[in-house]
């Protein structure tokens, strides 16, 4: 082999272009953040109230409860899987909760409405491991027992909404959680910074936790590997139905009313801050960590538009296209890394 043949068959190193990765490492890791002090930036110039003290103090009382909501779908979504019930056991929950305050007291009813939630939870997971339910079929089959569980809280109500005030008994735990501060702090965002810490060590610390990840990715592999994959998926839909409990608990609190569609779009949100956040709709990858910034996006994006005086239709249709867009993203992200 002559030296021409040689030089032929090296290839030739190009140096990386330092914009290029500086752009993707952006689009990769800071896309959010990025969006995040683009939006801050924006509004508070077009919009000075958006840096006021009443105006931030809303904005961490609105994170509460959709923030405990995204974190257990954030389980969900890694194990491989879309929870559509949380809207339903919104409903019910909150529903169920404050009509047992006055005959059990507060805190048996704060137990009750999250033992329920955690129940509906394990019967999605039945459900879908019982069935054998793909991603698509898992969809449907929560959207099924969302309607269900709606339909129990108009039962269960009579289609009344039954507001705080009209208790006989001590409702002081109930607002504390809504409307409760320590210090600047709200309450709700402590009860999520302290759900937040938990569930991050569950997920990325403890076999169990690193269980989803895997049965997410793929469930075979992970059955081949020892991994009770069932139990996993009946693990994620529990933690999900807790979660969605404790922000039915958080949102009545907060509004000082429970009525039978409370939870309406709540699951919509709830996956919307999870793919912005970064977890990818294809399951096996993501984190509780990232979901925090999705979730501060969206209640960004709301409450920026309303300071704006953008019409609620338009506010719906600038939240579908922010979910589609990240849809779109997420599919599209391989290719820019």
Not at 171 to 187: A, D, Q, R
Not at 250 to 278: C, D, K, M, Q
Not at 299 to 328: D, F, H, P, R
Request: with cysteine; hydrophobic share 55%.
């Amino acid at each position: 082999m002559d030296k021409t043949d040689i030089q032929s068959n090296i290839v030739e190193y190009k140096k990386p272009n330092l914009t290029s990765v500086i752009v993707q490492t952006l689009f990769r890791e800071y896309l959010v953040m990025v969006a995040i002090i683009v939006l801050v930036v924006v509004t508070s110039l077009v919009q000075p109230r958006f840096m006021s003290v009443q105006n931030l103090s809303n904005i961490l009382s609105q994170l509460g409860s959709l923030s405990v909501v995204a974190l257990g779908m954030t389980f969900v979504i890694i194990a491989g899987f879309i929870d559509l019930s949380v809207a339903g056991i919104i409903n019910l929950v909150a529903m169920v909760t404050i009509v047992l305050i006055d005959p059990l007291g507060q805190i048996p009813a704060f137990a009750v409405g999250l033992g329920l939630g955690l129940l509906l939870g394990c019967a999605n997971g039945l459900l879908v491991v019982s069935s054998g339910a793909t991603l698509s079929e898992g969809l449907f089959l929560t959207f099924g027992m969302s309607t269900l569980f709606g339909a129990l809280a108009l039962i269960f109500s009579g289609g009344a909404t039954h507001q705080m005030r009209w208790l006989e008994g001590d409702t002081s735990l109930f607002t504390t959680i809504g409307s409760g501060t320590v210090g600047m702090v709200p309450v709700a965002v402590i009860i999520f910074i302290g759900c937040l810490f938990v569930m991050h060590f569950f997920l990325s610390k403890t076999y169990l936790g690193r269980s989803i990840s895997l049965t997410g990715g793929n469930k075979t592999a992970a059955w081949l590997s020892g991994i009770q994959t069932k139990r996993t998926i009946i693990l994620v839909f529990a933690i999900s139905g807790l979660m969605a409990a404790l922000g039915a608990i958080i949102l009545f609190s907060r509004i000082t009313h429970a009525a039978p569609v409370l939870g309406v779009n709540y699951e919509i949100n709830a996956i919307l801050a999870v793919v912005v956040g970064g977890t990818t709709l294809k399951g096996g990858k993501g984190s509780v960590l990232r979901t925090v910034m999705g979730i501060v996006l969206v209640v960004l994006l709301s409450n920026c538009m309303n300071l704006l005086g953008i019409s609620t239709y338009m506010q719906t249709i600038m939240s579908g296209l922010v979910l589609v867009l990240a849809i779109w993203l997420d599919n599209r992200k391989e290719e820019f890394g």
